[in-house]
């Protein structure tokens, strides 16, 4: 099938790889030049395990294309994705000009008639306002093109892209007639083949569905973020109480692990969204709003504990940080806990040492060369001079670190903002330590 694809973020591209990888010949566009040039040289805008060999493969077979020109893109194109960002606006609610600036260009240029799908994470009610916006260019050009807005939202994780969109747990396509639906199954078979994963349902329906999958997951976060702090003041362990109601299958393991908090370009902006959404609709959804609020105050957990420890004396001291990415397995710095930490260490006048395996660069970016901050090219360069350690981002090669060198840390004091150590072992070590809803 040909497919075209409006974006090279995350979504987009991984899903526009993805779909080359099945057999389908994908073109992929962007507004940004420099974005697309890259591309084409097989350098890509976002780190991604797995999606750059696949890339390669698949622009090498000739069955995946780069290009900034609407008009070729969109010729042939059996189906059309819109798959850009939605920033939050001042007010919290998605920002939709780049999804409607796409429509635009879809009924500015469309040849012959097309599904449009919408992939961007959109308020309910959007599909309606793309599909005005291709009418009115179509009547603009005065001409009578059919197509079928459809939404079929997506639910990759950074990091872990490639594998979920080759195995989705689910396919919502949320659509008006039948032979949207039947392409779109077409389009995806080979992902599913032994097993009918797609969930049918209404435009409006799908478009909420992926609102509530990611509140449905914050809420959980921000949950056992709550049992958490109140562990801690119980004197309670929460890597024992989450042992303890994980194994109920209703419960279940995942999404119930304490930190400092969520963030991601995801849920902080969508959970907000939600909110405003039915706050628009004369509805106060308090449960929703509550778990961005929990969130925004865990991310400052860490330092808490940091004052809980040093009282007024952080002024001058020195805090080695492994973990810069909110999550392991991206460069993605959007909404990072350790950005907030980071702020919170300075107007403390502390200063930092810190190291992330991905995002240095992404730090680089953001921080530039500035007092108080030395960017490491290894945990043990970050450990050098410092006299504590924060973990903030639970990546692999921290979970077993040397016991000698945090010893040696000035003050040989561990804040760990993901559990990632068994308390005892450091405490036996000498090491002072510091969890989160690990009551003491
Ligand atoms: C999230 C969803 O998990 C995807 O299903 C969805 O498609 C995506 O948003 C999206 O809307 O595009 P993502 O933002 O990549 O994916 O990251 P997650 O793996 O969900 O993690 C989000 C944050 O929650 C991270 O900061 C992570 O550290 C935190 N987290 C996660 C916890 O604090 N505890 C947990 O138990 C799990």
Redesign the pocket.
Known sequence: MKVSIFGTG??GLATGTCLSEIGHDVTCLDVDETRIESLKQGRLPIYEPGLAPMVARNSGDGRLHFTTDAASALEGAEIVFIAVGTPPDEDGSADLQYVLTVAATIGANLRSSTIVVNKS?VPVGTARLVEEAIAGELTRRGVEIDFEVVSNP???????AVN?CMRPDRIVIGAATQAAVDKLKRLYAPFVRNHDRFVVMDVRSAELT?YA??AM??T??SF??EIANIAERVGADVEKVRQGIGSDPRIGW??????????????PK?IQALARTARQHDYEARLIEAVEDVNQRQKGHLFELILRHYGDRISGRTFALWGLA??PN?DDMRA??SRRLIDQLWQAGARVRAYDPEAMSEARRIYGERAGLVLCDSMEEALGGADALAVV??WRQFRSPDLTALRALGDAVVFDG?NVYDPAELEQAGIAYYGIGRGR
């Open positions: 995350y979504v994470t997506e639910f990759l994780k950074e990091g872990d979920d992926k999958a990611n997951l914050a959980k976060i056992m973020n995942q999404f119930i692990y304490p930190g400092v908090g969520y963030g991601g370009s995801c849920f969508d909110f999550k991206t990072a806990s981002t639970e993901r």
